[in-house]
């Protein structure tokens, strides 16, 4: 098990992470969520021993690990960007931590048969890495890491240079592979996608810190921050402000929206989060809350529809299955059943609402 | 704007073998004046090579290229008066925002208020405006792609606009409010555009018309609806959607079809077709029904968080199911397909029903 307590990394002054408490666990896939500069390379230097922490304590089964050199720790990295050497073989590409580590050739020859089986590399052992695609070359990144046997398997980003079908595919083959081995397994991406179908763990990172971490299905579903709400949607979380006076809420002067929130607020400002996926055009409850707005612009992906539209001053979007094509500035009512709908208080926390 | 036809072109890059593999095999196009046309499919399939040959990057070793019914093949890039966005930033670090939107404008010796007033549209357009005069260096990453769109845009007079990956290394997030600016500005003013992408989404979401490209040859161009419902190659079927088509060997005769020893009625009269013959349907085409269809076994389920994938086991072979979250899955569910979203294929290529 990985532990970070408390941990910060300031860079000239500017916070890096910002006082991260986590554990990780062996067998499962670990993902650190967040935009471009939230964090997540910053955490995974810190977690493979390649930066010091200013605070905080980082152990590895108990054991602090700070200040132990990354030579002398059994940690793998693999980076978005393919890294390979130029003038060997994926033989002894896979094959060379193992001959830094002065493994017998034997042990060599079965391990790295092991990995390039695992990895579907076996009839491309004799040729160089640049006459690999993308994705075969990234895979004998991934097998160096797994013939290594290390304890701390980082991912950062690794998917990302590749082609989207050839990602599903690696993106299937991910957890598994690496929760065999036993391995602490750390995956970044920026992608809320990604993360939901690669399932196990996930941290939301905003700023460095920590927004919240759990299972990543009860991440998705129960947010307990609007911030890791917005961090993990995919379209972007349709969000609006409202007031709450005297048990009535208002969204500006829309009053109808809300209804099913009457007496259930104390007043105060408060902020409404609604998955573009919750949004329908057709009423499929009674308690169902009407949103109204001006089409902006239509997306059609050939079997869903994203529809964008402004709703009080904000841009909205809905995710509708089938093709609706509507035009600009049509006027179209979207329906939400009530219990997909979440509250925020203003200092972004998840406000629970009584049914 | 302009049209642009390609005639009987064709690629070889140079190597000793002059038997070596062709890049691009004999295309003929003539995609419309005003038209948003994405090329999608995965690396190594062509569609890089046929950008650079439309855009005069590269000379094709066959065919001609023509804009508007002019041939323009052994033109150079500037001479071909279009405006090109690559998947890295170009941008001039020394100079501010607006004077990286204006450097076209004045290449062309545009008159200094006109520049102004276009270079303040782009600004507002793509939300720079409060950084307009801040020195590209300061930016992030994402920012700088946004001005190199920019440049892209700010000149109504080019004859086309061509984007090779321009949204790969944009956060989740920024990447939906930039593609709908696309959609929007294309829209409004109707260039013809051309958009390169490996992403199955971006490609159906911006165009009108995909070009879906495998092994240096178009397989099919159709609406993106035509490309989910009825796909002409199974390739198609299976790159575009996730997961992608189903695709079951299948006998067919008639209009019966059996798949691993299950009749199923087909939409039509497909006659007897030999050779390889599949079946193909989508995921989201498939339901549970709790009394009739198709038994079958759940092989696993992955909560995906807007919906689920269940995977089923027929008598052999294995389909993807996608049914709406929260459906509870039998450990063996009965299938039933839509009779109407059936497609049969004979070597991979889509049969139409005889009548």
Known sequence: MLELRSVSRRVEGEIFVDDVTLSLNRGSINILLGPTLAGKTSLM????????????????????????????????????????????????????????????????NKRVAQASDLLQLSPFLNRNP??????????????????????????????????????????SELPSLFA?????????????????????????????????????????????????????????????????????????????????????????????????????????????????????????????SFIHFDFQGQPWVALIHGIKNFKEADRVEFYVRSKNVFVFNSDGLAVEIEP | MASIELKNIAHQYPSEDKSGPYALSSLNELWQDGGAYALLGPSGCGKTTLLNIISGLLQPSEGRVLFDGVDVTDLSPEKRNIAQ???????????????????????????????????????????????????????????????????????????????????????PHLKWQLRTELKKIHQQFRHTMIYVTHDQTEALTFADKVIVMYGGSVLQIGTPEELFETPAHTFVGQFIGSPGMNILKASVDGTVAIVDGIQLELPGNYRKIDDQVE????????????????????????????????????????????????????DKPRLVFAQDKINIYQNAVLVRPAD
């Open chain 1, 45 to 108: 230097r810190l977690m493979a021993g390649l930066d010091k922490p200013d605070k905080g304590e980082i152990l590895f089964d108990g054991e602090s690990i700070v200040g132990v050199p990354v030579q002398k720790r059994n940690v793998a990295m693999v980076y978005q960007q393919f890294i390979n050497y130029p003038n060997m073989t994926v033989f002894e590409n896979i094959a060379s931590p193992l001959r830094v580590a002065k493994l017998g050739s034997d042990e060599i």
């Open chain 1, 130 to 171: 640049s006459e690999l695609s993308g994705g075969q070359q990234q895979r004998v990144a991934l097998a160096r890491a797994i013939v290594k046997r290390a304890e701390l398997v980082l991912l950062d980003e690794p998917l990302a240079n590749l082609d989207y079908k050839l990602r599903e595919e690696l993106r």
């Open chain 1, 180 to 304: 065999e081995l036993g391995a602490v397994l750390v995956y970044a991406t920026t992608e809320p996608g990604e993360a939901l179908v690669l399932g196990g763990c996930t941290t939301c990172l905003h700023q460095g810190s920590v927004q919240q971490f759990g299972p990543t299905l009860d991440v998705f579903k129960n947010p307990v921050l609007l911030q890791s709400a917005k961090i993990f949607s995919d379209p972007p979380l349709n969000v609006a402000i409202f007031e709450s006076r005297e048990g009535i809420c208002k969204i500006a002067s829309e009053e109808r929206a809300l209804s099913f929130l009457r007496d259930k607020l104390p007043d105060g400002s408060y902020s409404l989060g609604v998955r573009p996926h919750h949004l329908s055009l057709a009423q499929t409850g009674s308690d169902d809350l009407v949103f109204e707005g001006g089409v902006s612009v239509t997306e059609l992906s050939g079997s869903e």
């Open chain 2, 85 to 171: 966005v690559f998947q890295f930033p170009v941008v001039y670090d020394t100079l501010t925002v607006a004077e990286n939107l204006a450097f076209p404008l004045k290449n062309r010796g545009m008159a200094k208020d006109k520049i102004t007033e276009r270079v303040a549209e782009i600004l507002s357009m793509l939300g720079l405006s409060d950084r307009a005069n801040e020195k590209a260096h300061s930016l992030t990453a994402d920012d700088k792609q946004k001005i190199s769109l920019g440049r892209g845009l700010v000149r109504t007079d080019v004859k086309a606009i061509l984007f090779d990956e321009p949204l790969t290394v944009i956060d």
């Open chain 2, 279 to 330: 079946l193909g349907i989508r995921p989201e085409y498939i339901s549970l029904s709790q009394t009739g269809g198709i038994q079958a076994e759940t092989v696993s389920i992955d909560d995906v968080g807007k919906h689920i994938i269940v995977r089923c086991r027929l008598e052999r072979q294995i389909v993807s199911v996608i049914v709406p979250e929260g459906t509870s899955i039998p």
